[in-house]
């Protein structure tokens, strides 16, 4: 028997529990799953699903352990863990996760190419006005960050007929999207985005990527969507670049602090929407499916999928 212990947000153990066990038993895998760390021995356990809001916060004493499972697609919690430095944390790669990132940037990317915001809540309109949005294809998207939601997202506003650009440390190779990496590729992608949409982790080397040369580099009129991390951008010289006209909205679902202060600008700032981090989550059902078939790949000697890279950071 393999002895997993789920240390998330204790008001979701009885899902977790339920979804664990039945992907276990679909899978073939004989699990002991252990709720609560008060359930079992730390030197016992194997593999640990893991979330900044469960109990365990210390890796050390759990001397058996395998592998953790992080139940987040963002690694900054898990990784601020004192933990053996060859221990294996996965991060979380699911297809619920995956399909709800690609319909919030998908709508945000929609809502900005079609300026529906423009026909909202307005008085009558007594000159009939005939300005079309362009299609699609005569649209540029940028995408900073192309790994697992940022690919997706990617793939599909290519298949949706934008001109879509994206941006990764390592050279990629995506159907209909021109990929880029390196100082030149940012430098590329930022001159010709019309809608840039952030989904990078944060990491020393993202911190601030969106500086205010880089905003002011964006072509005029653009829309920025932020579903990455709040730390990714400067936000005073994004404010500024809002308020000159230069940046026409931005849509940020992740701030430095959350929840987002009440005080805070972005709140009342007429070309800002706040959404409270809910871009996308995890679904237990599908997590679970891939959180055994991991604890499965780790059994056979295979590697899990997600692993984090510490000296990367993400
Ligand atoms: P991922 O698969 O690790 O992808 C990260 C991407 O960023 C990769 O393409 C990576 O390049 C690129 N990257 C990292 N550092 C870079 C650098 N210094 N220069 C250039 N590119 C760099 O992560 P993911 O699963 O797609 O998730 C991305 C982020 O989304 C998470 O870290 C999290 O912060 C955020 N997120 C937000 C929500 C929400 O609800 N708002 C939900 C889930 C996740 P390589 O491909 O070359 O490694």
């Known amino acids: 028997m393999i002895s997993v212990l789920f240390s998330g947000d204790p008001d979701k153990r009885s899902q977790y529990g339920d979804a664990v066990s039945k992907a276990a038993k679909a899978a073939g895998l004989q699990l002991r799953l252990s709720l609560d760390p008060a359930e079992v021995a730390p030197e016992v356990v194997e593999y640990l699903i893991y979330d900044g809001s469960g109990p365990v916060q210390d890796f050390t004493p759990f001397t058996r352990l395998r592998g953790v499972m992080n139940l987040w697609a963002g690694v900054e919690a898990v990784l601020r863990c004192p933990a053996p430095p060859d221990l294996q944390i996965a991060r979380m790669i699911e297809p619920g996760l995956t399909e709800g990132m690609r319909d919030y940037v998908i709508g945000h990317v929609m809502r900005h190419h079609l300026d529906v915001d423009r026909y909202i809540g307005t008085e009558p309109i007594t000159e009939w006005e005939v300005t079309f949005p362009p ?46 990496s390196g100082d030149q590729g940012l430098e590329d992608l930022i001159a010709a985005a019309e809608i840039l949409v952030l989904l990078l982790p944060h990491t020393a080397e993202t911190e601030r990527v969106l500086n205010a040369d880089r905003l002011a580099a964006l072509p005029e009129g653009a829309c920025i969507v932020n579903a990455g991390r709040g730390p990714l951008i400067d936000h005073d010289a994004l404010l500024a670049a809002l308020d000159r006209g230069h940046i026409r909205h931005a849509t940020m679902d992740v701030f430095d602090v959350e929840p987002l202060p009440p ?22 059902e599908t997590a679970s499916e891939a959180i055994v078939a991991n604890i499965r790949r780790d059994q056979a000697g295979q590697p899990m999928l997600g692993i984090v890279q510490r000296t990367r950071g993400y």
């Open 135 to 180: 299609l699609a294809r005569n649209r540029t998207v940028g995408i900073l960050g192309i790994g697992t939601l940022g690919a997706d997202c990617a793939a599909h506003l290519a298949g949706l007929g934008f001109n879509v650009l994206g941006w990764s440390r390592s050279a990629k190779e995506i159907a209909g999207v021109t990929c880029l």
């Open 263 to 284: 005080e805070h600008p972005y709140w009342s700032h007429p070309k800002v929407t706040v959404t409270p981090h809910i871009a996308s989550v995890t679904r237990p």
